[in-house]
């Protein structure tokens, strides 16, 4: 009879041949993943070449013609429309194709059943030591061995190519993410710009606004207005918070947000923004948090899209009386501030103004010593008409010509009946007579008597 054991070692050693024609597929499939990545990878960074190329032929093209008197309108129309969604589907597919080659490899504590070139590797490495000591086994068995050196050289190989096409990917991400950093810190400086350009446009205000006295307490408040907190927010959705330390990380990143990028914002100082930021990317560490953080659905490129966006950054500027900002002032305090910059900004406007009750909502006080001061002022260089029932708009303000409108409801007629007499302050009608003196002493204090006894009430020195 033929010794089983020759049976039981030629069965080991189709076996090995199996799982190593196996390899080989399997090695085979990985290098197509690499090569079709290292081909993605490419197209990628010429399509974003393309367009930087594009752009930039397209801004010298509209310089010349704008310089040659074509209209800025049909200017605009020069620059391509891009589909901002392509290079994010590309990284997409890149990635895709990275965590299929990361499968096809698999890693050294995959099952043994697992169809990995980790676990088929395994495979074979147990199978040889359960091939005998016969003469030809061992000549076929050193075939196998030097077929897997062969084979190990190739994957090494192809390690090693992966490798450098990691590297360079990494240099690629590095150039680009140094050039984003560029337009980052470009933003500011525009921002900058328009603050000073601002500054500039409302000198003359805030200098008209000085002039008006400490009593006015106008400002103009120009800067950087930092909504940061709905930005923030929106870090949570790249964490997969199943992951070890995911949690600590966020707090980590929310701290140095608050404490250190904030801040550097809203001094709106280009320098300490450009320090703040790189500090900020350190912190995050984008290629490594994908790794260890990030959810499976997440892609860089959105990580980056985010932690560069600055939607969140506006410049803005504003009126404040008293430090307070205009909207924020009671309607009556509101009503003054607006009406004496109006008068007193609109300097060159010499037509009529009509006002018509600006005491509402205010006290006789800040009617007085407020408003009526620049009332007075701006009568000088324009006629003011106002209509009124607070006798400090109208005695106080020296007005030239006071008109009474009083309202009768004759039997004869539905609508009440309006009469109309005017004159000046100093018209009296002399003993029993009736003047506009007598009609505004009636009309705003109530009458003679009650004006003398408020003022034997207050019983003032």
Known sequence: MPDATQFVDQAILKQLETEQAHL?????????EVRRRRAIAEALAKYSALQTQ??????EIGKI?????ISADLVNRLPPTWDASVVQLLHGEVQLVETGIAVLKGEETDDPGADTVFA???KIERLKELVSKDEESKKRLLDLQKQISETTGKAERLAKEIENIDNRIRK???QKEQHRLAYYAEFFTALQQDENGLRELYAPMQEAIGRMGAGMQFEIDVGYQIDFRPWLDKLASFFDNRRTGADAKRNEIERFVESELAPAWKKGKTEEIDVAFKRFLAAVEPVLFM????PQRTSLVELYDWMFSVDHISLSYKVKYGGIELEYLSPGTRGIALLVLYLLMDEDDTRPLIIDQPEGNLDNSSVYQQLVPYIRKAKTRRQIILITHNPNLVVATDAEQVIVATAERPST??????????????HTGGGNGFGTREAVCLLLEGGEKAFKERENRYALP
């Open 24 to 32: 080989k597929n399997l090695e085979k499939m990985v290098g197509q």
């Open 54 to 59: 594009v752009n930039s032929d397209i801004g």
């Open 65 to 69: 013609l704008k310089d040659n008197g």
């Open 120 to 122: 088929v590797v395994g």
């Open 172 to 174: 690629d991400l590095s």
């Open 291 to 294: 790794k260890r953080f990030a």
């Open 413 to 426: 007629q539905a609508y009440p009946r309006m009469t109309y007499f005017a004159g000046s302050l100093e």
